[in-house]
């Protein structure tokens, strides 16, 4: 089992950047593929990036592509969002997770286990 705490959150301008962190517990973090997901009140839990186990390969939400990155550091045990060009529509409760088996999953579906979310929000 794994634990995940998010941390990096806020209140930016619009343009401005956020990096988003998210600690695990325990010693297998690298055994594990990660995903962000991103929820806004009144609307559904949606994916905005995903890595493998080892870093290698990612994927994205057409909405961030190009201006969000994400990364991990498995001596760490962390994995990254990088945020930049932010809009107001980024405005969310930003989620990591962990997927044991799935690797760039883009459905919650596919992943194990979550974070308690961090807020950022985007001023016009």
């Known amino acids: 089992q794994v634990q995940l705490v998010e941390s990096g959150g806020g209140l930016v301008q619009a343009g401005g950047s956020l990096r988003l962190s998210c600690a695990a517990s325990?010693?297998?973090?690298?055994?594990?593929?990660m995903g962000w997901f991103r929820q806004a009140p009144g609307k559904e839990r949606e994916f905005v990036a995903a890595?493998?186990?080892?870093?290698?390969?990612?994927n994205y939400a057409d909405s961030v592509k190009g201006r969000f990155t994400i990364s991990r550091d498995n001596a760490k045990n962390t994995v990254y969002l990088q945020m930049n060009s932010l809009k107001p529509e980024d405005t969310a409760v930003y989620y990591c997770?962990?997927?044991?088996?799935?690797?760039?999953?883009?459905?919650?579906?596919?992943?194990?286990?979550w974070g308690q979310g961090t807020q950022v929000t985007v001023s016009s």
């Open positions: 997770a962990a997927s044991r088996v799935v690797a760039l999953s883009t459905t919650p579906y596919g992943y194990d286990y």
């Open positions: 890595i493998t186990w080892s870093g290698g390969s990612t």
């Open positions: 325990g010693r297998t973090f690298s055994s594990y593929a």
